[in-house]
């Protein structure tokens, strides 16, 4: 079996056996087994003192079931884990996710017990994710190894980006954030102390999948750099990768140390190589998610000149600011733009590049605007600031936007949304990203993001 | 009458006109009338054209009203305004809300209208906002200047906080957050163009207010930076100001020109004139509102030295990084609170600082790591971050929180919340705002507000 077919098995396992599964609302055995029911394959619950678990069949052992299983996820106390791991070998399992934690990050004897399984994942041919994480989700299959109950977590659709996160926590933030954005995913996977698995092995893997054309890391530590280094550069040639690394300040690697149990890099050293390898760097974990969903949603931009057209100017005004910071340049209008603007607007928008509609501005004010800013060739890249309270302006200004930002796709000119406030603007800015224009709450996260559809433009050659 | 008396008649006139009042639904001059009708006091449309507007009577021209009129709200052309200051002179009118645009941001003759309306104010001594604004707002008096329809824009409840904004746009940002949030607001001026009313003037004048205990500001250029520089001094000595600046950059300067007519001077200078006048610098609208809210809602901190908690430790270990960047520091934990978590906490906890509860931790495990935190005397602020998702965690943990931030605040222990994700979570959050707790969705953010009140501790002596 090779890479992709093997990390490809968490994702699509004909069975699935739950080691610890528990009849106890509120643990987590309860919680992963309660997801992972919902799954189209077989599932096992594992229990030595339960015939029958939410309605499913239990085991007192992953030997006494009748039939062959592919994958299985575990939920028990770390010591027990190398046992039941020699037990899943001899029942022919060939993928295993371990939720539990009590391992490297708690130190001494539970570090040894973390590299015993390693040393059982090369013998027995099984591929490990985990342990000490929150496991796989494929919203295509449908498989869910969360312990996170579906009314407390929202899960994303299917779609093209792909997640990676040593933290089960950002995990979720992001799943959940996309969920909310119809921001569809791929694959995710939530690797905690990566035994086996590890990011690597997933870019690989992530660069054959065919459903994934954005892919975005949280990382804590490498355990080796020159492998990440390596895969890391050969995927971002193909697809976009965003990284975000956490625990780059010696004050942080201690807390790291007791987390995934990684004694991470100096930040300098990471940063350097994750430029080299190609790979988006985010400042955080908010523009990890904003630049990601840019990515996803919108075209590369052929050049960094941008265009920007609002009803109340403050956020363009800190948008030039923001640009200066990144590397982006105010595009100057053609002479024939310019033309256009001053025979269909009013007297009172200035009509230079930032546009300023006013507060006047009316749903037809914006289509001129960004219509001649999309058949404008001194324009790259257009940012749509809006408040969405001001009277004259109609919620009809969405739909009219998607339309255009088709052509604009064509043209390979991303259009991107500012627009922040309460439940009227949350509404509209729903229903642009539902129509594949991202949004962004302030202009430095909209500049943030853009600039990667800018480097992904130089990236295409363009 | 003194500034503090003058501006106070800016959110409480007994009578207000509105001059430029319209009936067509969409129109400003309708907004702004729809919203003013709801105002306790007595108001008088103004429309040569109209008998009736909205139920309420009225009149071609503010001469005609046959009562007193305190205040009047401005939506008519520029170039008509400053024969209506004229009349409202007249009248006795002494406040004037301008909201019209069309003045220096254009240029040329509109430059002059503006100086000519300065005149008129001094010659007059009407004190006048705007224009190229959306106004005042007092949530006590409900008295509401904007052309934001109610049901597309959230106004908060009354509260400590003002919010100055030459931008109305980021007004109105700062104001449905705050609504969303339970952070009440005292007053809101958006002064745009600044004719007369400028950021000194409100500092001053909130200074005396009694309701407003933290302000906030959003500016972007000054047109006397020793008159501000003294008033900021002086206000920030007894109340907070957090303040953000945009147009900091030269390319951004030029759209300020056209936005509100200020040539905004370089960032540096600005930066270092705040902060000797003892203001709080946001590094964008999202960072300004979090230091506000943290220090409307918590107290200042003793020290720096922060504890934290969590069921997933990811974003502790990007605190960590944020903190080293904003100088605060990882508490060492007495030796009493060691051996309290050693003996009440599972023996899976990382019982160190940040304290690491993990993915299994209930709210009584919540509840006993946070208070011994309280009780600690070496830890000065406590970050708690929740995966509320997290099937063993029950949601009465935000109640018990609300119960143990009362002791940590009469103790001046900030307790800080950090959590992000879909509904479930943001309910939640929603509750702990109510409760007077402050929420943050990454660390980075958290961080940063914290910082405010560590600073504010020294400002205070402690």
């Given at each position: 079996m090779d890479l992709y077919e093997h990390i490809n098995g968490f994702f699509n396992p004909k069975s699935v056996a739950v080691i610890g599964a528990s009849s106890k609302p509120g643990k987590i055995g309860y919680a992963v087994l309660d997801n992972l029911r919902r799954y189209h394959g077989k599932v096992f619950p594992i229990n030595p003192r339960k015939d029958e678990i939410l309605g499913l069949k239990s085991y007192p052992s992953i030997e006494d079931v009748p039939e062959t299983i592919d994958m299985a996820v575990i939920v028990i106390r770390s010591e027990d884990v190398p046992q039941t791991i020699e037990k899943c070998a001899k029942k022919g399992v060939k993928n295993i996710v371990i939720i539990s934690g009590g391992f490297k990050e708690i130190g001494g004897k539970y570090r040894n017990i973390e590299e015993e399984i390693a040393e059982m994942a090369r013998k027995y041919n099984i591929r490990i994710v985990g342990p000490n994480c929150i496991g796989v989700?494929?919203?295509?299959?449908?498989?869910?190894?969360?312990?996170?109950?579906?009314?407390?977590?929202?899960?994303?659709?299917?779609?093209?980006?792909?997640?990676?996160?040593?933290?089960?926590?950002y995990g979720i933030i992001l799943l959940e954030w996309a969920a909310m954005d119809h921001l569809g995913v791929s694959k995710f996977v939530s690797y905690g102390n990566k035994?086996?698995?590890?990011?690597?092995?997933?870019?690989?893997?992530?660069?054959?999948?065919?459903?994934?054309?954005?892919?975005?890391?949280?990382?804590?530590?490498?355990?080796?750099?020159?492998?990440?280094?390596?895969?890391?550069?050969?995927?971002?040639?193909?697809?976009?990768?965003?990284?975000?690394?956490?625990?780059?300040?010696?004050?942080?690697?201690?807390?790291?140390m007791s987390h995934?149990?990684?004694?991470?890099?100096?930040?300098?050293?990471?940063?350097?190589?994750?430029?080299?390898?190609?790979?988006?760097?985010?400042?955080?974990?908010?523009d990890l998610y904003d630049m990601v969903k840019a990515l996803a949603k919108q075209t590369f931009a052929r050049g960094n000149r941008v265009a920007m057209v609002s009803n109340g100017a403050g956020p363009m005004v800190q948008a030039i600011d923001a640009m200066v910071l990144e590397g982006l340049e105010l595009a100057k209008l053609s002479e024939e733009t310019i033309k256009r603007f001053k025979e269909e607007l009013s007297p009172f928008t200035v009509v230079n590049n930032p546009v300023d509609v006013t507060g006047s501005a009316t749903t037809e004010d914006y289509k001129i605007v960004i219509d001649s800013l999309i058949d404008d060739p001194n324009v790259d890249m257009i940012f749509v600031f809006f408040v969405h309270s001001d009277s004259p302006l109609t919620p009809d200004i969405v739909d009219v936007l998607g339309e255009l930002s088709k052509k604009a796709k064509e043209l390979n000119k991303p259009i991107l949304i500012g627009a922040a406030g309460g439940p009227y603007t949350l509404k509209l800015n729903e229903k642009a990203e539902k129509l594949g224009i991202p949004t962004y709450p302030i202009p430095e996260r909209l500049v943030s993001a853009a600039k990667a559809l800018y480097l992904e433009g130089i990236k295409k050659g363009t």
């Open positions: 989700f494929d919203p295509r299959t449908g498989l869910d190894t969360f312990f996170q109950p579906r009314h407390r977590m929202l899960r994303p659709g299917p779609g093209n980006v792909a997640f990676l996160s040593q933290s089960g926590t035994v086996d698995v590890d990011e690597a092995d997933l870019l690989l893997y992530l660069l054959e999948e065919p459903n994934t054309e954005v892919i975005g890391i949280y990382m804590e530590g490498l355990k080796d750099g020159k492998k990440f280094y390596d895969a890391a550069k050969k995927v971002s040639k193909v697809k976009p990768v965003v990284i975000l690394r956490g625990g780059w300040s010696e004050q942080a690697r201690m807390a790291v995934t149990g990684f004694l991470g890099g100096s930040g300098r050293i990471y940063w350097g190589a994750f430029k080299q390898a190609g790979l988006y760097i985010a400042k955080n974990l908010e």
